[in-house]
């Protein structure tokens, strides 16, 4: 190879670097929970900052809600969804305040 194809050869790779450094580290991703049987399921999800959780109410029209002290609640609903996109890293638990003992978890990685 010439000086001038090596030195063409290195100008296509730093361009092809550049391109890679300016995409965006990671897609956001949404990830459901379903209300069902008044539970979560599933109870407990795992995520990247900037990434979505979507409640799917699907339990025969009974009424829940999702709250929690960290992030805003849903409210009273029998149907549809609801979601949150979550920015910062830590544990967010929340509950259902109609059922006892129906709770779940958002865990978002550092
Ligand atoms: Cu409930």
């Given amino acids: 190879m010439t000086t001038r194809g090596i030195t063409g050869l290195a100008a296509l790779l730093a361009a092809a670097l550049a ?4 995409a965006p ?15 979560f399921n599933p109870k ?6 900037g990434d979505r959780v979507v409640w799917r109410w699907r339990d025969s029209g009974i009424i829940h ?6 992030f805003r609640g849903s409210g009273n609903r ?5 979601g ?4 910062s890293a830590g544990t967010y638990s929340y509950r259902c305040t ?12 550092r």
């Fill in 78 to 82: 029998s149907g549809g969804s609801y």
């Fill in 44 to 49: 407990k999800v795992t995520i990247g900052k």
């Fill in 19 to 22: 391109v890679a450094l300016a």
């Fill in 98 to 109: 109609l059922h006892p003992g129906m709770n779940g978890t958002v865990v978002v990685r």
């Fill in 65 to 70: 809600n999702v709250t929690s002290s960290r």
């Fill in 25 to 39: 580290a990671a897609q956001a991703a949404t990830r459901t929970v379903t209300l069902k049987n008044i539970a």
């Fill in 84 to 87: 949150v996109t979550f920015r």
